[in-house]
C-alpha cells in the first residue's frame, strides 16, 4: 500500500550513516515485500535486529485440519470455546482454529493476559477486535486498538497484544500479504473516490516505541512449523523508520456502505483482499429502495469460493430463525445454495435499513474443520432451511 508515513528519527538518505548521540551507528533494515519489488519500510535499529542467543521449537496453535465431508453449511459458536471463568489466556497461543486451508487459516481467542512477542513469517494477519481494547506494541510503535476494530499487521512484524481486560478476536491469517483491494486505488496507490474508506481512516503508530533487554524471546512462526528465538537485544529498539509498509488500524465504524435500488451483490462490501481469498463486512446502512425491492439477499450458488460469516454485531435479518446470534460464525461451502431462511424475504419487505454488523470471509479453495470446530457446532443448523422440521 503506496501510503508513505515517517516516524521517528532518520537520515535525509537512505543507506547512509546514521548515527546517535554517543556516536554509535544505528543498524538499518529493510522490511520489504516481493523480493525487493513491492512496499518497503526502513528502520533503524539501535542494535543488531539479526544478533541471536538461542533457539529452540515451539508448536503453534493446532493447525491439523478435517474435510467438511460430508458437504454441509456449518454453524460454530466460538464464544463456547472460551467461558467466563477462564484466565490466563493470551492473544496468540490462545487462539483456537475455526477453519483453514493452504490460503488462510481463521481463529478465534478471548484474551486476558500479555502476549509474548510474535513474529508470523507465513504471511500479513487481519485481527477483528470483536470486543474490548488493547494496545498492540510493535517494531514500529504500538497501535490503540477498541471493539470494531481491524488491526493489520504485514507479515515479518514483531508485536505482542496487551488487552485491557478481555478481548474477544477474530484471526484471519493468510500466507501472503492482505490490503485494500486494488480496485480502490490508483495506479500509484492512492484510494480513489469510489472507495468505501480512505487514507484519513487508517491509523499507524505515531511515534517510535523503545524497550530495553537482553535474552528476549519472540515466538516465530514459519512455513516449517514454530520456533522461539532468543535475541540478544529488546526487538522493540527502532529510533526510527519510514516507507509504505506498517501496521495499521481500521474502524469498521469508518467503511461507507455502497447502497442501491436493488440489491447489492457482496463484492460492493469488500474491505481486504488476499492470496486467493476476499474480507468484506456488512455494516448498518439503508438498504434497497426500489418501490419492489426484496432487502434480504437472493439464494445463491458459491460456485468458485467458500464463505464463511462472521455475526459481530446488531441483527442480521436473512438468518434470523436459524439459531445464528451474535458471535456465530457460519460456513456456506462451494456446492451448496444457500440464502434467506423461511419466511425471511416476505418479512424483508418495506425493510428500509438494518442495523447488522458481519464480517465475512470468501476463500477461492475449500475450507476444512480446524481442531475447534467440531467444539463449538451447532449440529442442527444444516436442516435450517428444512420447513417440514
Not at 519489488?37 to 496453535?61: C, I, K, M, Q, V
Not at 454441509?72 to 472460551?82: G, I, K, N, T, V
Not at 481494547?133 to 481491524?150: K, M, N, W
Amino acid at each position: 500500500m503506496a501510503y508513505y508515513r515517517r516516524i521517528g528519527n532518520v537520515p535525509d538518505k537512505r543507506h547512509t550513516q546514521h548515527r546517535g548521540p554517543d556516536g554509535t551507528l544505528y543498524r538499518e533494515e529493510l522490511m520489504g515485500e516481493e523480493g525487493f519489488g513491492f512496499d518497503s519500510s526502513l528502520l533503524y535499529h539501535r542494535g543488531n535486529p539479526s544478533a541471536l542467543a538461542d533457539a529452540r521449537p515451539w508448536e503453534p496453535p493446532a493447525e491439523g485440519y478435517r474435510r467438511n465431508h460430508p458437504l454441509l453449511p456449518r454453524h460454530l459458536r466460538p464464544h463456547a470455546l472460551f467461558t467466563e471463568g477462564r484466565e490466563g489466556v493470551d492473544a496468540v497461543t490462545g487462539r483456537r482454529v475455526l477453519l483453514g486451508n493452504s490460503d488462510v487459516r481463521i481463529s478465534y481467542v478471548v484474551a486476558d493476559a500479555p502476549s509474548p512477542l510474535y513474529k508470523d513469517a507465513v504471511g500479513d494477519q487481519c485481527v477483528y477486535v470483536e470486543e474490548g481494547e488493547a494496545v498492540v506494541e510493535t517494531v514500529f510503535g504500538a497501535l490503540d486498538v477498541r471493539s470494531g476494530d481491524y488491526v493489520i499487521l504485514p507479515r515479518g512484524t514483531v508485536h505482542r497484544w496487551l488487552p485491557s481486560g478481555r478481548v474477544r478476536l477474530y484471526c484471519i491469517e493468510g500466507v501472503g500479504h492482505i490490503g485494500p483491494p486494488g480496485r480502490y486505488l490508483s495506479r500509484q496507490g492512492q484510494f480513489l473516490e469510489h472507495a468505501p474508506y480512505c487514507e484519513r481512516d487508517l491509523r499507524a503508530p505515531a511515534e517510535p516505541l523503545l524497550r530495553e533487554g537482553e535474552d528476549v524471546e519472540v515466538h516465530l512462526r514459519h512455513r516449517g512449523g514454530g520456533t522461539v528465538h532468543v535475541h540478544s537485544t529488546h526487538p522493540f529498539d527502532v529510533v526510527g523508520w519510514d516507507g509504505c509498509l506498517y501496521p495499521y488500524a481500521f474502524s469498521v465504524h469508518d467503511f461507507e456502505p455502497i447502497t442501491g435500488r436493488v440489491h447489492q451483490p457482496p463484492p460492493v462490501h469488500q474491505v481486504f483482499a488476499g492470496r486467493n481469498f476476499v474480507v468484506c463486512n456488512f455494516v448498518p446502512r439503508k438498504v434497497d429502495y426500489h418501490p419492489l425491492a426484496v432487502p434480504v439477499p437472493y439464494s445463491h450458488s458459491n460456485v468458485d469460493s467458500d464463505e464463511v460469516m462472521f455475526y459481530c454485531g446488531g441483527d442480521y435479518e436473512a438468518r434470523r430463525g436459524s439459531g445464528i446470534g451474535r458471535g456465530s460464525v457460519s460456513l456456506h461451502p462451494g456446492g451448496h445454495t444457500h440464502g434467506p431462511h423461511p419466511g425471511v424475504p416476505e418479512r424483508s419487505l418495506g425493510l428500509e435499513s438494518v442495523e447488522e454488523l458481519a464480517v465475512m470471509v470468501d476463500t477461492f479453495a475449500p475450507l476444512e474443520l480446524g481442531e475447534a470446530a467440531s467444539v463449538c457446532e451447532d449440529p442442527d443448523y444444516a436442516w435450517s432451511w428444512d420447513v417440514r422440521r
